[in-house]
Nanobody, 124 residues
Framework: QVQLVESGGGLVQAGGSLRLSCAASGRTSSTYAVGWFRQGPGKAREFVAA????????GIGDSVKGRVTISRDEAKKTVYLQMNALKPEDTAVYYC?????????????????WGQGTQVTVSS
């Protein structure tokens, strides 16, 4: 019922920056939070950041703390992930996901709808 489309990935040099976008559509009124996750080669999926849609509360994963900012534009139904000082270890497919309010409002919990991902590659 919620569709998510990621964009903004690409190839960057170490130390560079990218801003990823996640555009939501469909029945977004039931969404409590939007999160960003990533999965690098041979790695498990990892939490990156999340933001609650209403209050704008944020959470940032330890591996990217200090280098990542998450924000939202409510009118555009878009969530942004600003990534700075990128490292080769940040290379991954980045996914955004929406969590339904029915789960109780914990954005560190499980998510319900997922985008197809955008590739971020950081060269050394």
């Amino acid at each position: 019922q919620v569709q998510l489309v990621e964009s903004g990935g690409g190839l960057v040099q170490a130390g560079g920056s990218l801003r990823l976008s996640c555009a939501a559509s469909g029945r977004t009124s039931s969404t409590y939070a939007v999160g960003w996750f990533r999965q690098g080669p041979g790695k498990a999926r990892e939490f990156v950041a999340a933001i609650s849609w209403g209050a704008g509360s944020t959470g940032i994963g330890d591996s990217v703390k200090g280098r990542v900012t998450i924000s939202r534009d409510e009118a555009k139904k878009t969530v942004y992930l600003q990534m700075n000082a990128l490292k080769p270890e940040d290379t991954a497919v980045y996914y955004c996901a929406a969590q339904d309010r029915r789960r109780g409002g914990n954005f560190y919990g499980e998510y319900d709808y997922w985008g197809q991902g955008t590739q971020v590659t950081v060269s050394s």
